[in-house]
C-alpha cells in the first residue's frame, strides 16, 4: 500500500523542524514554506496533530497563556523527523528519475 | 467573552465533549490568534465549515480518517467512476424521450425542458466530476460531486412542486448522495494510473448497469434504473460486495478488499430503503447482510485496519 505523506502533514512536520511552535504559529509557517500555496484550517490542523500525535510523530512541549488566549506547543520527535526524512529521500528519488528522464529527452531531441 | 469568541465556541461544540475538554481552548487561542491575525472581526464561513466537518467526523468515531488515506482513495476514485456510470445510464434510460411521448407517462406529467426532470442537471454534472478526476483535478472532482448532495434535495423538491412525475424517487437519489459522499471522503485518481483505473472502472460499471435494459428490454422503468427498481437484482448488492471482497482478500489485494465492502455500502442501503417485499429476495438480502455485517467483524481486523466505532479517547 502506498505509505505516501500527505501535504499537510508533510508541511506541519517541517514547519515543526525549527523548534516547537503553538496553532497559529504552525499555520503562518506552514504558509511561508509553501509559497502561500497550502493554508491549513484550525479544525484540518488540530485534526492532523491528533493524528500525529497518536502515531508518535509530535508531541506536546507545554502551553502558556498569552493575552488571555490559550497556546499549546508541540513540537517534532525523533520517529517525525525519521517519516520526514524517509518521505524527503523519496521526493529526492522521484525528483532524480524524473530529471534523468528530462535529461533522457532533450538528448533525444538533439540527436 | 467578545462575540467573536462566543461564536467560535458555539462552533467547537460541533466537536464531542472529550475532544473540547483536551483542545477547545488551545483550538480557541488558535482560531482568535488567526483572526486577529488577519484583523477579522467575525469568523469566515469556509472556518466554520471546516470546524463543523472535523467535528462531526470526531463524533462519528473519526471513521473516515482511520481507514488509510489510500484505501478511502482508491474507494473514491471507484465511487466516482460508479457514480458517472449510474447517471451516465440514468440519463439516456431516464431523462430522453421515448419515440412516442404522447402515447406514453410522459404525457401525463409536467417534463423539463426536452428531458423528463431536473435530474438531468445532477447527472451532467456527475459527468463533469468524472472528466475533472481523469483530467488530474481531484478537488474539482470532489466538489463537483459534493455539489450534487444539496442539489439532489433541490431538484427533487422542485419537481415535487411543479408535477414533474418522471423525476427520481428518493431512493435513487440518496443512492447517487452516498456514492458522492465516498467520493467526497477521500482524493479520486490520487493513485498511480489514475486515468487507467477511473476508465477501468467506468467502463465495466458503465456495460453492467446498461445489462439488465440490453437484457430484458421489455422491462421499463421511469423513476429510477431497471436494476434498482428490480428487487430480485438490488437485493444481490450486499452479498455480491462481501464475495467480491473475500475474491479479493484471498488475491492479496487487502485494500481493494475493502474498496468493494465500501462500495456495497450504499447499494445495500438503496435495497434496504427500496423495501424488498418478496420472500426470495428478503431472504437474499438477509443472507448478504447477515455476511456483510460480519464483514467488518471478521474481514477487517485481518486486514489490520482499524474500524473504530465507539467514541474516540483522546487522553
Known amino acids: 500500500m502506498n505509505k505516501e505523506m500527505r501535504e499537510p502533514t508533510f508541511f ?5 523542524l525549527s523548534g516547537p511552535k503553538h496553532g497559529y504559529a504552525l499555520i503562518t509557517e506552514v504558509a511561508f514554506l509553501s509559497d502561500n500555496a497550502l493554508t491549513l484550517q484550525v479544525g484540518t490542523l488540530y485534526g492532523a496533530l491528533d493524528r500525529l500525535q497518536k502515531e508518535g510523530l509530535v508531541s506536546q512541549s507545554g502551553s502558556e497563556i498569552v493575552s488571555g488566549r490559550h497556546r499549546r506547543y508541540v513540537e517534532i520527535t525523533e520517529d517525525g523527523v525519521n517519516a520526514l526524512e524517509a518521505e524527503s529521500a523519496r521526493l529526492r528519488s522521484r525528483e532524480l528519475r524524473v530529471t534523468a528522464m528530462l535529461t533522457q529527452r532533450r538528448i ?4 | 467573552m467578545n462575540a ?18 483536551n483542545n477547545e481552548e488551545a483550538m480557541l487561542g488558535t482560531l482568535l490568534d488567526a483572526a486577529e491575525g488577519q484583523d477579522r472581526a467575525t469568523p469566515r464561513q469556509l472556518e466554520l465549515a471546516n470546524l463543523a466537518i472535523h467535528g462531526m467526523g470526531s463524533r462519528i468515531g473519526h471513521v473516515p480518517f482511520t481507514i ?20 451516465l445510464t440514468a440519463a439516456m434510460q431516464l431523462e430522453v424521450p421515448p419515440d412516442n411521448p404522447s402515447q406514453t407517462i410522459w404525457a401525463e406529467y409536467q417534463t423539463f425542458g426536452p428531458f423528463a426532470s431536473p435530474a438531468i442537471i445532477i447527472y451532467s454534472v456527475w459527468i463533469i466530476a468524472l472528466f475533472s478526476g481523469m483530467a ?19 431538484i427533487r423538491v422542485v419537481a415535487d412542486s411543479q408535477n414533474m412525475g418522471l423525476r427520481p ?26 486515468s487507467r483505473w477511473l476508465v477501468g472502472w467506468f467502463l465495466p460499471a458503465l456495460l453492467l448497469f446498461a445489462v439488465p435494459q440490453i437484457l430484458r428490454p421489455s422491462w421499463f422503468s421511469y423513476q429510477e434504473p431497471l436494476w434498482l427498481a428490480r428487487p430480485e437484482l438490488i437485493s444481490w448488492s450486499p452479498l455480491i460486495a462481501v464475495l467480491l471482497a ?9 485494500a481493494w478488499a475493502v474498496v468493494a465492502l465500501l462500495i456495497g455500502l450504499p447499494f445495500t442501503a438503496a435495497a434496504l430503503m427500496g423495501g424488498v417485499g418478496i420472500s426470495f429476495e428478503t431472504a437474499q438480502l438477509s443472507l448478504g447482510l447477515t455476511i456483510a455485517a460480519l464483514g467488518p467483524v471478521v474481514l477487517l481486523p485481518i486486514f489490520g485496519i482499524r474500524l473504530r466505532l465507539e467514541r474516540v479517547s483522546h487522553q
Do not use: H, Q
Request: hydrophobic residues 55%; aromatic residues 8%.
Open chain 2, 246 to 254: 473475500a475474491v479479493l482478500r484471498l488475491a492479496g489485494r487487502s
Open chain 1, 108 to 111: 533525444g531531441f538533439a540527436s
Open chain 2, 169 to 194: 424517487t428518493w431512493n435513487f437519489l440518496g443512492l447517487l448522495v452516498l456514492l458522492a459522499v465516498l467520493v467526497a471522503a477521500g482524493k479520486p485518481g490520487s493513485t498511480r494510473s489514475s
Open chain 2, 68 to 87: 488509510p488515506a489510500a484505501v478511502r482513495d482508491r474507494a473514491s476514485t471507484a465511487a466516482l467512476a460508479i457514480g458517472a456510470a449510474i447517471a
Open chain 2, 136 to 154: 488530474g483535478f481531484p478537488t474539482a472532482a470532489r466538489s463537483f460531486t459534493l455539489a450534487t448532495v444539496p442539489l439532489s434535495f433541490a
Open chain 1, 12 to 16: 506541519v512536520l517541517m514547519a515543526l
Open chain 2, 4 to 21: 467573536l469568541e462566543s461564536r467560535y465556541r458555539r462552533a467547537l461544540r460541533c466537536y464531542p465533549a472529550t475532544w473540547r475538554l
